[in-house]
């Protein structure tokens, strides 16, 4: 491997969420809370970033912006950035889309937000499937608007849509978006082409429009391919597309995302409302990420494949009872741990006070979650090692 992803990095002094914000995040009130385990010792497997270092051409592309030493205003202007991503996106999905139908945004969350209000009327409801990452939710929430959940069928910890129940509720309620993860987190699932031309229909028929979060789409499992929705509904001007290099490349602290809206009308009601600026650093880093992250993408991909190998097996092994698939793409692992803890609510607080483990589950992911733990598996194997040692010894 030219990259090495076994390497543990001092995240200490960076302000990092993972390390200094977990008591905000996950336990409230944060600072009640005494653990057993100094803030360093524990092993961190929550929010959704990487313990590896950022690509090295990356970080060379930020360095070379930084020695141009002037950081005034900044937007895209340079039509190389389109251009960029086009090619990204022909290259790994055989998709491209109009240069006048992109916008950026400083990350996918705060394009959620806006989205919401932008799409959807006061009296209209927004549909998401559950378990579902909670943004969804709390775009949902911060707009008063009115939450439908349509609840994944769950065989063994295979996830499918309920078409049936998607149907009936995007025909008999008001709803007009709905807010899609494809590939879906936290249950992993890349959905498949015929999957994902039923949903299209269904939510279009009725007349529903679709913002499909696909943050997640260039980190699958070796032998998954993902399909960007409005690949496959050309026609449509309903589906909005959210993409990003920050969570592929470890640089969502650069908060700069590609949001791609065909419809004209509501690209002008972003365009009035959105702040436009942007960072100039994270710009370069996006950039470079999508034209020279290809081959540190495909190294990651099969670090993170023996990740969710060793996974399977430590937890074959040791927790015999609890229900786990290797998921075919995030870096998270979904795992059902109702036999060990049958009664417990509260599973961060579990962990947290009982492995010296910190992890999100249960309810953090809206409804149909009960029972469940999400492992963020992207770290060194010897730190993913003792993770997975704390957390079986805390239940076996
Ligand atoms: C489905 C999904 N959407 C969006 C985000 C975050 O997006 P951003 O960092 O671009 O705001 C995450 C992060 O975990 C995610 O899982």
């Not at 937890?315 to 793409?329: G, M, N, S, W, Y």
């Not at 979650?369 to 060194?380: H, V």
Request: glycine share 4%.
């Amino acid at each position: 491997m030219k990259y090495d992803f076994d390497e543990i990095i001092d995240r200490k002094g960076t302000n990092a969420m993972n390390t200094d914000g977990f008591r905000e995040y996950l336990f409230q009130p944060a600072d009640d809370i005494a653990f057993p385990y100094a803030d360093d010792e524990f092993i961190r497997m929550w929010v959704a970033d990487m313990e590896f270092a950022a690509p090295p051409e990356i970080i060379q592309a930020v360095k070379d912006r930084l020695d141009k030493r002037i950081f005034g205003y900044t937007k895209v202007f340079d039509p190389n950035y389109y251009l960029s991503v086009t090619n990204w996106t022909q290259r790994h999905y055989q998709w491209t889309f109009e240069k006048e139908h992109l916008v950026t945004s400083p990350g996918i969350i705060p394009a959620l937000y806006e989205l919401v209000e932008y799409i959807c009327k006061p009296d209209e409801k927004v549909l998401i499937f559950t378990p579902s990452y909670a943004h969804f939710k709390h775009a949902v929430d911060y707009n008063h608007l009115e939450l439908v959940c349509s609840d994944l069928i769950n065989q063994q910890g295979y996830y499918t849509m309920n078409f049936d129940d998607l149907d009936a509720k995007t025909k008999n309620e008001k709803i007009s978006l709905c807010i899609f993860c494809n590939p879906h987190n936290p249950s992993g699932r890349v959905w498949t082409p015929e999957e994902l031309k039923r949903f299209g229909r269904i939510c279009l028929k009725n007349n529903v429009w679709i913002i499909s979060d696909e943050i997640h789409c260039d980190l699958l499992r070796n032998g998954n391919v993902h399909t960007p929705l409005a690949k496959l509904f050309p026609h449509s001007d309903r589906i909005i597309t959210c993409m990003g290099a920050s969570k592929t490349f470890n640089m969502a602290g650069l908060m700069f995302s590609n949001i791609i809206i065909p419809c004209n009308e509501i690209r002008d009601i972003w365009k009035a409302r959105h702040y436009s600026l942007e960072n100039p650093l994270s710009i370069a880093a996006t950039q470079a990420a999508y034209q020279y992250g290809d081959e540190w993408l495909e190294q990651l991909k099969c670090y993170l494949d023996g990740n969710f190998d060793f996974t399977r097996q430590y937890l074959e092994t040791c927790l015999p009872k609890a229900v786990f698939r290797i998921p075919e793409a995030t870096y998270l692992a979904w795992v059902n741990i109702r036999a060990y803890l049958p009664r417990e609510e509260n599973l961060s607080l579990y962990f947290a006070s009982n492995a010296g483990v910190l992890l999100e589950g249960g309810n953090m992911f809206v409804a149909n979650s009960d029972g469940y733990i999400r492992l963020n598996l992207a770290c060194p194997r010897s730190v993913l090692e003792e993770g997975l040692k704390r957390i079986c010894k805390a239940l076996g």
